[in-house]
Each structure stands twice: as C-alpha cells, then as structure tokens.
C-alpha cells in the first residue's frame, strides 16, 4: 500500500533501536526523508548509513532528549537539511519503573518534555507543511500502560499526561492541518529490549506476562511501526486526536 510519503520528511526520536528504528525504517521504505536522534552516536551513524541504503535522504545525530535547547537546535538544523518537517515521531522513553521520585523525573524529563520540546520546535516547520500540502502530522508513542495499574510505578501515569497532552494538541492544531495521534504498545519484544532484557534475567515474571496475551506473543517493534506510520500518513489524513492500543488484547479495556 502507498501511504502517500514520498518526497516528505520525518524526525523520529530514539530512532535508532526498536520501535523507533522500525519507524525510520518503515518510513524510508514508503520514500520519506528520514532525520533519527538517540544517546549513542555509533547507532545513529550506522542507522543513518542504512536508510541512505534504501535510496531516500537521511541524517542523524547524538543528541540527549532531555537537553530542551540541544533537541530543539536538532530539530532546527534537521528542518534546515531537509528542507521541511512534515512528520514527528515522539518515540524516546525513559522506561523507569520505579515510584521513587527519581524515576517520576526521569521519566517526565524525558517522555514528557521531550515531546513537549520537540513538538514546540517542529510546530512551524509542521504548520508550514500543513499550509503547503494539505497534511502534517505528530504521532507520539505511549503504551498500554497508561490505562492499568498493578502498584504505584511511575510509567503509567506518565505515559497517561502523554495521550491526554495529544488530544489537546490535535483540537489545538487541527486548523493548522497538523494531526496529532498516539500509538500505545502492549508488550514488544526485540533482542537487547526490555523483555528479552527480562526473559534473560527474570524468566518467570517474562512467561506469566506471555501467558496472559491471548494471541501467545508479544509484538514485534514492526507491527507497531505499522501503526505509527498508517497514522503519520496522508492515508490516515482525519485522524487526529485518537489513541490507538496496540497490544494484542493483553489488555481487557473496552474503549469507546
């Protein structure tokens, strides 16, 4: 399927390892320009290296996400390289589990402010694409996570402020043809993810968690670029505001 991506341009943070790197890979295979950020700037260089592969325009840098002013000076310079910004793909997380206070601020610094941070950065570069081509588009990826809740961990709640931040921003920018969708995963697992990660160091909490997803699996980081992209594409082009869970029904929410 064509989703209509050729000749636009996407910033994908934390885009080198998992769902971020499905993103940027899914993004350059439809023909779209792809601009990646993480903490390690080998991967950075390496993932640059194989989008330019696939024969579409591509960059990248090391830039630490919960340095507001460095993130917004990327994303500046990322508009300036390409030429436009008609796609934001919010995906770092910090991944604190704890209910300490420590993990609420590394969590919020870097989840929340780094889409806070990011999305004031790209507005007028996603405005402008909005004006030119009719569709622009900010998907933020949170998780299921955000709806349950086993104990007081700080993850939850903080992936929660980040759906209820998209639907604002969605009813804030529609008149600016910007959408503004979230993507929230079950369970993914991917070699030096956080379950492989578990499975290797806590096989028993990893096979009760597998055990409770009806499909007998948990998702690979591409089923939930799929998603992420479909909403980011002119394919998907009146969908704004909305919360997509894409968790394999380990979950048993009813959402209306």
Known sequence: MDLGLKGRNAIVLGGT???GRAIADTLAGEGAGVAVCARNADQVAATVAELKAKGVRAT???VDVTDGAALK??????ARELGSIDMLFSNAGAMAQGGDAASWEQNFRLDVLGAVHAFEAARPFLEASGEQRGDAA???ISSISAAQADNASSYGPIKAALIHMAKGLARQYAGKKIRVNVVSPGTVYFKGGIWNTIEQNMPKRYHDTLARNPTGRMAT???IANAAVFLASPASSYTTGSNLVVDGAISNRVNF
Do not use: H, L
């Open 73 to 78: 000076s990327w994303i500046t310079d990322v």
């Open 17 to 19: 390892r998992g769902i």
């Open 138 to 140: 900010c998907v933020i």
């Open 221 to 223: 980081p591409q089923e």
């Open 60 to 62: 990248g840098a090391p």
